[in-house]
């Protein structure tokens, strides 16, 4: 079948067999032991998704399994960058509780008291395994000792991953046609094209093989399964028949009001103005429309292969009582707010899909428009797989919204940097910089956040409710990656002694 539209398509009809078929009746209890697979895919804005309302898509595996499960439209990472919102959801501790707020600090050194839920679910009788992009993706933040088994990451790009940072990669050099987005001298991990191999040969098909493989198996013991996608992060290569899906003529850029910043506080614009340069020369290049055409590719391949393993799932003598968790770790800027990547507090960088499918839930296809965070997800599958509850834990668990859809949640918290907090709740987003600079918008009127109203007078009330919710303090950042010596055959960390020349 040449056509991956219409393999698509097939892959989510099956899919949508499965799901209906292996419906439990509302309200009942979950058979014990339940397994688990949770599915997480990088860098995914919600709001590229067919069954978040973008009609420009090719999504129909994860669009099924939205209409299928409980699909949460109001949900927020804990961090918009990889390593601190990865660390959130599997710790259960949020940013400001932990002091890691960036891609430069070891989680496991700072954190030696962390049980996360990959070691949780070992604990209480689990085999635990998982493949690709879990935790963040350089060498030292996947501990060996949270797995059974794992298989580690295999990169699309091997030439451009140093050794001291991934030391399980075989250095290659760079192909010809390198840089495939025809921009030299262009940051080496953003780039965009096809590469000449075969789709098996991506390192999203390994991770989905493994995980094929791993529920083709007959398991007496229940399962905790992670498969982490690694599209549509950067760089953002995929076959060549994902990108004919969206003839350039067909894509549509965002809107950008060339005054859309002239209302922010200092912070915002600097978070605005990371990366600026890629930005600049993105538009100088005339490349926007081809980079916003490979970031709709490189989604529908990632949405292939989520189809792929939940096929997978399917076929297996495991689908009846296997929990899945869908999840994207963060946003993604398509040069909204004249800025590129993840990294702020507005909604393209925090809101993220969050899919959840479980026996027993009640009215599956219907939107939960309460605030959520993927904090929520690791007290959510304590209470799910009926394990001890843990009283430490940041987030609240979803099971009430997936047995009833009108359940009452509080606002929920977003985390970027020391002191900068965004509050989010059904129609508002508020955010408060760490040296006071605000930010309020009504989602609901205004959900491309182009009006900040925190000066204004009449809407002083609804800042003071939300503010409420904003952390009272904030733990000091943890120490970065270079102030260690990590070995990774040991995974041992030695903080390095200060300089006393320093």
């Not at 949460?72 to 949020?94: D, E, I, K, Q």
């Not at 493949?131 to 298989?151: C, I, L, Y």
Request: glycine share 8%.
């Amino acid at each position: 079948m040449k056509n991956p539209g219409a393999r698509l398509r097939l892959a989510a009809g099956s899919l949508m067999l499965c799901l209906r078929a292996v419906a439990a009746p509302a309200g009942a209890p979950p058979p014990r032991p339940v397994h688990v697979l949770l599915v997480t895919i990088d860098t995914l804005r919600a709001d590229h998704l067919g069954t978040y309302g973008y009609g420009r898509i090719e999504t129909p595996n994860i669009d099924r399994l939205a209409e299928r499960g409980v699909l949460f439209t109001n949900a927020h990472c804990a961090a918009p960058v990889c390593n601190p919102s990865r660390t959130a959801l599997l710790t259960g501790w949020s940013p400001a509780h932990t002091g890691i707020y960036d891609n430069e600090q070891y989680w496991r050194p700072a954190l030696p008291d962390a049980v996360t839920i990959p070691q949780y679910f070992r604990r209480n009788g689990y085999y635990v395994a998982g493949a690709g992009k879990v935790f963040h993706h350089v060498a030292g933040f996947n501990p060996p000792d949270q797995w059974d088994r794992f298989q580690l990451q295999v990169f699309d790009d091997p030439w451009y991953r140093r050794p001291a940072w991934y030391p399980w990669v075989k250095k290659e050099p760079a192909p010809r046609g390198h840089p495939f987005n025809g921009l030299p001298d262009f940051p080496g991990e953003f780039d965009w094209g096809v590469l000449d191999k075969s789709e098996a040969e991506y390192g999203d098909q390994r991770a989905v093989d493994f995980g094929a493989e791993f529920l083709a198996q007959k398991r007496d013991q229940p399962f905790f399964l992670a498969i982490g996608l690694w599209h549509p992060h950067i760089p953002l290569f995929a076959p060549q028949s994902y990108y004919d899906l969206y003839p350039p003529e067909r894509v549509r850029l965002p809107e950008t009001p060339s005054d859309d910043l002239d209302d922010l506080p200092a912070q915002a614009r600097k978070f605005a103005a990371a990366r600026r340069q890629e930005y600049d020369r993105i538009l100088k290049e005339g490349k926007w429309r081809e980079v916003v055409r490979a970031y709709l590719a490189s989604i529908s391949f990632a949405d292939a292969m989520v189809g792929r393993l939940l096929s997978a799932l399917e076929a297996s003598a495991h689908a009846r009582d296997t929990i899945i968790v869908f999840w994207s770790d963060n946003g993604w800027h398509l040069g909204e707010k004249q800025h590129w990547h993840k990294s702020t507090l507005w909604q393209r960088s925090t809101h993220v899909p969050l899919i959840v499918w479980a026996p027993g839930m009640r009215e599956p296809g219907r939107g939960r428009p309460q605030p959520v965070n993927l904090l929520d997800v690791y007290p959510t599958l304590i209470e799910l797989c009926g394990l001890p509850r843990r009283k430490d834990l940041d987030g609240t668990s979803l099971a009430p919204l997936l047995r009833d859809p009108g359940s009452k949640r509080n606002p929920t918290v977003t985390t970027y940097g020391n002191g900068n907090h965004s509050v989010r709740d059904e129609r508002w987003r508020y955010t408060r910089y760490a040296d006071g600079g605000e930010e309020l918008y009504d989602c609901a009127a205004d959900p491309n956040e182009w009006r900040n109203l925190a000066g204004e007078p009449a809407h002083d009330r609804i800042k003071q409710e939300l503010g409420r919710w904003l952390p009272k303090t904030s733990a000091p950042p943890k120490p970065v990656r270079a102030d260690y010596d990590f070995d990774f055959a040991t995974h041992r960390y030695q903080l390095k002694k200060p300089n006393p020349g320093s």
